[in-house]
């Protein structure tokens, strides 16, 4: 088993990936911010009263998704053919769940696009609560579901599909 | 207590930070990624012998805290005069501890600067070992330390400083 | 009179503003997207019941406003210390007028990037409704005013001071 | 009738477009900056004689066409494969007229790299004859005509082909 | 013959490559940093026992290939299928041998971005060791190979293979 | 001596200028592009009669020069205050020449803007060149003159003053 991102002398390269097959592919990932109960109170009513911090990290990780090969050394540009991220608030457990879908028809998956929309929709909800809660923890950021490419459907086990 | 990120209406908009003092001003974060035992090792081999996971993560990472502003929708552009990434394999935990410091002389703190190095390292970790490992969750991402500015100096709990 | 853009041979270049002093600066820009009486329903309802066209507007012009020097050829990159961006619907000339107010300290003024907020935001109204108005016009771009810096007060006739 | 770019839940999303046949299209699309005469007058002596603010407006109105996909949050990326941007000094209105024409082979519309381009090439006149203008309105960009993809042939009523 | 980037009337366009055939290309370019021996001995040293220069040189090509067509204003877009830098350390003249190799398959070449790798690999060189040599020249900058396209195979006369 | 770039560890970082004075600097680089005579006589021509490389090659160096830290991972962001590119044709050598001069007030000095000028510069003189001449070479890219800062001033031997 090797690491492809290394070529034979062990220095880093963008694998080449030109006779890979063009399949429509698609990923999706999720995380989540953990905070102080008041913080995700102060989301919850922002959401519905005089402010929307979930619309914001919304369009940060949609914008972050299409930012991901200008971010990741290492990963191949392509084309975003669709994306959404979509928000739970999980009051029992005091955080926000993320999840974040991305297709593509390429060459190569788009787990990196997902899993970096996650992360920019995290901080930017750590960005606008830190005023009131710096002791917010980003985490459990993880490929949940891909599908296409050569390697085949990759389900991680005991994720549940959200409901919609 | 208020968003401060929201106006009267509830709008998003950058917060006027124009009133504040400049002061030198750091920040800590750090992070993690938790993988399989034998993904670990390959990390650990190709540092030494044929390959550097992590050199390429602190570049990403570096490269990523100066891109913060053009990620993080409502946070402020900044100059960072100086940060550094630092790694830890825990073979124990099977994970690589990531740490970021930054630093600047401005009117805002960095902190959003240092999380997001630390989240575009863990990317760039999660983007070269994902061919042998698509498990791996990228986790813990907090505040550890912020030094300056009126609000102060805040020492998140139960973190031990990293022997260097 | 001159264009200081110009050099003596005739080429542009970004003018050397070294010896100007740092003052707190302002500028306000508006302007507005005229669309179909239709379009402008679906925009208000959205923005009630089922989506925020304005929402995501508002978050494009903000960014925007933090990549202009990376837009405009011969603009300064500066700080930016605050943006803010409001929007009202004129039904009565089926039109969404847009305004954005900028802050800096430094030594060049921000009415590009005040402008630059405004345009985006129109530009990704545009976009959000292209599907139901292809016939929506971007128009009115102007700066309304500017505080700071040598050239002083610049107010433009004829605007009134929007109600908050 | 609904505006596409929001899901059933109303936030919104990246359209998906994964299904969509690639097809030629092509998007032309117009403004103007309207200006005081003696600002006309410098940008076509300069044009011709010490220096020519449409030339850099030409650059960064192609450069913006590109940055299209990372300004505008719910637009694709696409590979553009060809863009040209022309201007006209209409000294009876006293303004710059400016004209986008881009090309792609893709799954999705270039209106908006059309209508970037427009905008970007505005700001830039605009930057560069501020010094001795700030009235200047940038104004009636719009699309004019739209060729590709499902939609079929648009053409705005009342616009005149451009000799060339 | 006629520099196919202006049009009739002169002016600098993004030339139309509709028409043009997708194949598989790729394209090599080369370069060098000349420098002081003992410059060359530190990044020597440093590569192997406290520091890799190259490392980081080569993660900044790579993503400097990616950056492109935002940076080389009449450049297309396009998908990098792989892209590798490698380097060479000529004790004999004192300077660094850098070589990019960049594939797509698409409709125009990649010798801009096989040439952009070069040079920005050149250029994190010489930041890494200004502090102790400022007299390096970054020169030799040139396309050594091209396969694939209309204007078939170039080859460069007096270019070596490089052993690898 | 040693390369400030890497700390104890060898790891690569952003240096710490927390402490460095704020002072006016002011770099100065130059290059050139080898060509064959019959590409630098359409330039010459395009020059004056039907197309300018050199008026788009001066817009790309100088928002080259702005990206500069966004390009070269350990540089540091800073805000120029002035920039500008001048280019001469030498028709005994069949070259173009490039010089880039650029200020700050700043921590940090400029060389790296004005090298990362002079590079863009030359590859977007070689890109819209290439359709009639492959055999261009980059080369001579050096720092000439470097003011401000504790270091001092740098003057490079042998190099002339630009007659302006």
């Not at 999720?30 to 102080?36: D, F, L, P, Q, T």
């Not at 710096?134 to 409901?163: A, N, P």
Request: overall charge neutral; aromatic content about 4%.
């Amino acid at each position: 088993m090797e690491l492809t991102h290394f070529d034979s002398q062990g220095r880093a390269r963008m694998v080449d990936v030109s006779a890979k097959e063009v399949t429509r592919r698609e990923a999706v990932a999720r995380g989540e911010v953990r905070m102080h109960p008041r913080t995700l109170a102060l989301i919850k009513e922002g959401k519905m009263a005089k402010g929307d911090v979930l619309a914001v990290a919304q369009v940060a990780g949609i914008m972050g998704a299409k930012a991901t090969a200008s971010l990741i050394p290492m990963c191949h540009p392509l084309f975003i053919s669709g994306a959404r991220l979509d928000f739970q608030l999980d009051e029992n457990n005091s955080r926000v769940l993320i999840e974040a879908r991305v297709k593509t028809a390429g060459q190569t998956g788009v787990e990196m696009e997902a899993l970096t929309a996650v992360s920019i929709a995290a901080l930017t909800i750590y960005d606008m609560c830190k005023a009131v809660d710096k002791d917010m923890v980003i985490g459990e950021i993880r490929l949940v579901e891909k599908t296409g490419g050569k390697s085949g459907h990759y389900l991680r086990e005991g994720e549940e599909q959200w409901g919609k």
